[in-house]
Each structure stands twice: as structure tokens, then as C-alpha cells.
């Protein structure tokens, strides 16, 4: 499960990882393009939070994409 409060400038992701491996969250646009992409070495084992700015971001609506052990999970959100 992943969860994301988003904010002017930065968005709050939560997420549990079974184990401690690689993950990657992907920012994308309504129009389909990745505009932003940052890789966590390692997510811990357990329950994770990381920050990711948006202050380069438009307001709009996206989707954050969290990459972890092959699954993918997305969650929508606005930037105002």
C-alpha cells in the first residue's frame, strides 16, 4: 500500500517494503510523460516515508508511480 499528501512544494510518500531493496517513484503527467524519477537505495524493511519535491511541477493533475521488488503501485494526486 502506498500514500502520498502532497503539498505546494513537496509530496509525502508512505509506504510499507517487505524487505530492504531498490525502489524508484516516478512522477507522471496527464499527458503520460515521466517528469520526475528518483531512485530510494535501499528502502528500509518496514514501513518507509520519503519526500519528493514538486516545486518544479505545474498544477495538474499526476500520478505517482512506486516501483519496489517488480510490483508497481500508483496513487493520483493534484498540485495545486
Same mark, same amino acid.
Given at each position: 500500500?502506498? $500514500?502520498?499528501? $502532497?503539498?505546494?512544494?513537496?509530496? @509525502?510518500?508512505?509506504?510499507?517494503? #517487505?524487505? $530492504?531493496?531498490? #525502489? %524508484? @517513484? *516516478? @512522477? ?7 517528469? $520526475?524519477?528518483?531512485?530510494? @537505495?535501499? +528502502? +528500509?524493511?518496514? *514501513? *518507509?516515508? %520519503?519526500? &519528493?519535491?514538486?516545486? %518544479?511541477? +505545474? ?13 508497481? %503501485? #500508483?496513487?493520483?494526486? &493534484?498540485?495545486?
Amino acid at each position: 500500500h502506498v $500514500s502520498i499528501s $502532497s503539498g505546494a512544494e513537496e509530496a @509525502i510518500i508512505s509506504f510499507y517494503a #517487505a524487505s $530492504s531493496d531498490k #525502489a %524508484q @517513484i *516516478n @512522477i507522471i503527467n496527464a499527458l503520460g510523460e515521466k517528469v $520526475s524519477s528518483t531512485n530510494i @537505495i535501499p +528502502a +528500509a524493511n518496514g *514501513n *518507509n516515508t %520519503q519526500h &519528493v519535491s514538486t516545486a %518544479q511541477l +505545474a498544477s495538474g493533475i499526476y500520478i505517482l508511480e512506486l516501483v519496489l521488488n517488480s510490483t508497481q %503501485q #500508483a496513487v493520483k494526486f &493534484v498540485k495545486n
